[in-house]
C-alpha cells in the first residue's frame, strides 16, 4: 500500500526507483558496449533488493565485509568476490560459506595471506579461490604490476593445494583525484594497461591467470576501451552522489539516493534553517570540499519532487542538527517548522550505511516499497 | 565466559569498563561539587548498560532521538529530556511513552513548536512537559535570552492546556572553538550567566521556571560555579576522545573507547600499513584537524593494552581500509598481517554510532562482556 513520504518518520533515506533503475541500465549497457561482464560492487547499497536489480542472476558480484558476503550468499547470491585484503581470521567463515554453495572469493597482495591461506585450505580440507590485488596507481593497497612479488604471489598459489587463482583485480581509486573527463579517460586507460600487464607478466610465468578485473564507477564510465579485462567492477553508480557528478561522470539529476529530513528550527538571528538529519544522517563525508562546487554536508532539494532548491545546502551538521543558511528572513516562509526537506548526499555509501532500509518511491514520489540493508561486521 | 581480544571479529568497538567508571565517577563528582544535579546525556553510549552506570536510578537522563527515548524508556529509565527540537510529527509518540510513564520531556524554541504542541495535547487528550532552549553563544538552535519571544514562548506554554514547562537549557556547543581552559572556564561562565538570565527574564514575567539546564562536556568540566543552575548535561565524557583531549579536559590516557582492528596487508613501496577499520568503522569525523594536534582519523594503540604508539595515526581512509604511514620499511615487523591494534576516535558520538554493541574489557584486558546499542532513529 502506498504511503505518502510526509507519513515517513524523519531522517530517513529515500530511493528513486526510475532513477536508481536508468543509473543501473546505463552501467550495464557501458559494460556489454565495452566487450567485458559486469561484478557490480553491493558494498554501496547493501540490499537484497537492490542486489537482485544489480545482478539478475544474483551471480558475479562484489562485496567490501564478511557480514555482507553472509547477508548476500544467505539471500541466495553466488560467486562473490570479497574485495578487501583477506584477514587470515576470516578465512573459516569464508569457507563455511563455501561449503553452502556461494563461491566467495578472496582478495590477497601479501606473502602472509597466501601462506594463511594454504594453511587454512589444508587445515579445514578445502578449497579456495583468490584474486591478487594489484596497485594501479599508488592509491590504496596492491602489488605494482613490475614488482618481483607479484609472481612470487602466484607461483604460492598455483603451488599451494586446493587453491585457484581467478586472476588480478584492481581498483583505480586515484580517479577521485581527476578534474575533467579527459583525464578519467587517462585514467581509465592506466588502470586497464597496468592491471592487464599485471596478468601478462604472471602468464609469461606460466601462471594461469584467467581474470582481469578492474573498476571503480568513474573509471567504468570514462574508460574508451578495456582490451584485456575481462570484468569491470562498480558501485555507487546505483545511486551516484555529489561527488560523482562533480567529477563530471553523471548530473545532480541522475541521484537517487536522498535523506528525506524534517524541519525542526528557524533560527531566524542567524538565517539558519535547522532540520533533523545532522552528521549521523548525512555522514560527516566531506569529498566536495575539493571539487569545483563544495556541497557543505550535502544539497538541499524540495521533499514533493526531489528537485534541487538553487543557493542551499547543508553548511554544518552536530550530531542531530544540519544547519542551512538561507539568503533572506522573508525565506523561511517556505520552510515552516515541521514541513519536509530532501538532501542529496556527497558521498551516498557513507550516508546510507547509517540507514537500516529503504524507502522506495515510485514515478510519483509515493512510497512503494520497504528495502532491507546490512550493516556492521 | 572472559575471551581474548584475538577472538573478537574486526573491526569491532572496545569498552575500557575500568576508564569509563573513572570518568563517569569524575562528571558526578564534579556536579555534587558544583552543588547541581547531573542529568547524564545517553547520545553518545545509547546503550541500557552504561545509561544504568552514568544514571544508577535510571532517572533524569538526555536523549537526542526519538529511537533512543523509546529504547531508554522500553529499558526502564525515566525523566527523559529530549534535547533536540522537537518534530510536531514526533508528538503521537511521545504521548505513547508518557502514557506509559516514561515522563519524555521535549524542547521548542519557536511559536509554530508551541502551537502544534498545544494542539497535540488537545487532540490526544494529554499533557505535555516542555523546555525552552536557549541560545547562549550563537552555536546552533534557540533563543538569545534578550529575544522578546522568549517570553512569547513562554506565555504561550503557560496559557497552553496541559503544558508544563519545565524550565530553560542551553547546549554550550561554541565551547568546542575553545583552545584551552581559561577560555573554557569564561565559555562555561557566559552559558551559565546567559541561560540563568533566560530564566530571570521568564520568571519576571511571572511565567514559572523552575529549571536551568546548561552543559557540554567542557564546560561542566570547566566552569567555577553554577550558582542558578538546577542541572548540568553531559554526555561524551562517559568515553571521553581525542578531541576532547586536544581541548584539554581529559588525558588521552582516559578514554575508554577505541575500535580493535586487524592489519590486512602491507603496501611496503609507500611503508603504508592497511589495517580493516575504515571510513565506516571510524566515522569520517575529522574535528581534531583544526587543533593543535591533528589525529588523522585517529591514534593508533596497541591492542593488548591499549597504549598508544607514539607518532602512528590512520593518516586516510577508503570505506573499509584505514591506512597508518610507518617512519621506516622495518617497522611493518612489528605489525604483522593479521595482528591487531586499536584505534582511539577522534569523536567517540560519531565512531561508536557504527556499530551494534561494545565488547567490554575488565583491567587485564579480557572481553567479559557484551553490551548493547540502539541507532538509527
Given at each position: 500500500?502506498a ?12 530511493l ?29 547499497c ?32 553466488r ?7 583477506i ?14 554453495g556461494a ?11 597466501v601462506?594463511q ?35 612470487e ?19 583505480a ?14 585514467h ?14 604472471l602468464?609469461a ?11 571503480s ?7 574508451a ?44 538571528s ?12 548525512l ?63 556527497n ?11 529503504y524507502?522506495v ?17
Open positions: 500500500m504511503r505518502r513520504l510526509a507519513e515517513l518518520n524523519t531522517p530517513c533515506l529515500v528513486d526507483r526510475r532513477r536508481m533503475q536508468s543509473n543501473i541500465k546505463r552501467m550495464a549497457q557501458r559494460a556489454a558496449s565495452l566487450g567485458v561482464a559486469l561484478r557490480p560492487h553491493l558494498k554501496t547493501k540490499s537484497l533488493e537492490i542486489g537482485a536489480y544489480l545482478a539478475p542472476g544474483k551471480k558475479r558480484v562484489t562485496v567490501s565485509t564478511l557480514r555482507e558476503a553472509e547477508y548476500f550468499a544467505d539471500g541466495g547470491f560467486d562473490i568476490l570479497y574485495a578487501v585484503s584477514a587470515p581470521a576470516r578465512l573459516p567463515a569464508v569457507a563455511r560459506l563455501n561449503a553452502a563461491r566467495v572469493q578472496v582478495l590477497l597482495d601479501n606473502p602472509e595471506a601462506r591461506l594454504a594453511l587454512s585450505a589444508a587445515d579445514l580440507g578445502c578449497g579456495f579461490e583468490a584474486w591478487i590485488e594489484v596497485d594501479v596507481d599508488g592509491h590504496r593497497a596492491g602489488l605494482e604490476p613490475e614488482d618481483p612479488q607479484l609472481v604471489l602466484g607461483r604460492g598459489l598455483q603451488s599451494a593445494s586446493g587453491i585457484e587463482l581467478r586472476g588480478v583485480m584492481t581498483h581509486g586515484g580517479s577521485y583525484n581527476c578534474r575533467n573527463m579527459a583525464e578519467l579517460e587517462a581509465a586507460e592506466q588502470e586497464r594497461q597496468r592491471c592487464v600487464a599485471a596478468a601478462g607478466r602468464r610465468a606460466g601462471i594461469r591467470c584467467p581474470g582481469v578485473s578492474v573498476g564507477t568513474p573509471t567504468a564510465l570514462a574508460a576501451r578495456l582490451d584485456g579485462v575481462t570484468e569491470l567492477r562498480a558501485g555507487v553508480y546505483v545511486f551516484f552522489d555529489l561527488f560523482q557528478a562533480g567529477l563530471g561522470v553523471c548530473r545532480v539529476e541522475d541521484i537517487a539516493l536522498s535523506v528525506l529530513t524534517t524541519v525542526i528550527s528557524h533560527k531566524k542567524h538565517r539558519r534553517l535547522i532540520i533533523d538529519a545532522g552528521g549521523l544522517a555522514s560527516k563525508d566531506r569529498s566536495t570540499a575539493g571539487q569545483a562546487l563544495d556541497c557543505g554536508y550535502g544539497l538541499v532539494a524540495r521533499a514533493a519532487d526531489g528537485r534541487v532548491i538553487s543557493g542551499l545546502s547543508v553548511s554544518k551538521v552536530n550530531q542531530e542538527h544540519g544547519m542551512i543558511e538561507l539568503a533572506h528572513v522573508s525565506d523561511f516562509d517556505a520552510y515552516p517548522v515541521g514541513s519536509q526537506l530532501r538532501i542529496l548526499p558521498h551516498a555509501c557513507m550516508t546510507a550505511a547509517a540507514y537500516e532500509g524507502s518511491l515510485d514515478s510519483d514520489d509515493r512510497v512503494v516499497e520497504r528495502w532491507s540493508r546490512c550493516s556492521g561486521w
